[in-house]
């Protein structure tokens, strides 16, 4: 996941943010019926932020960007974040 994300911590604390090193254009919506259908909770969508409930709360963008919330261990976090990607197809 490395190679796909830079992972950092969130200056507001117990969260990580991946930023993708390379941008992707995701539409969301298909996004959240490829995740429901893989049995994920979806919390809210609009048209700027998907937020998956998972073990953590995971806040996708459009461009790919996510931001895992309540989570402390950055390998948990980039763990959490590879799932959801992989069933998305982009891992």
Do not use: H, W
């Amino acid at each position: 996941m490395k190679e796909i994300f830079v992972f950092k911590p969130c200056r507001t604390g117990a969260a990580f943010q991946g930023d993708l090193k390379k941008n992707l254009k995701l539409d969301l919506t298909k996004c959240e019926k490829v995740l429901k259908g893989a049995g994920y909770e979806i919390v809210l969508n609009t048209a700027n932020v998907l937020i998956i409930k998972s073990k953590y709360n995971i806040s996708v963008f459009p461009t790919g960007r996510v931001l895992v919330k309540d989570i402390t261990d950055e390998k948990e976090a980039c763990a959490a974040v590879e799932k959801v990607y992989k069933v998305l197809g982009l891992v």
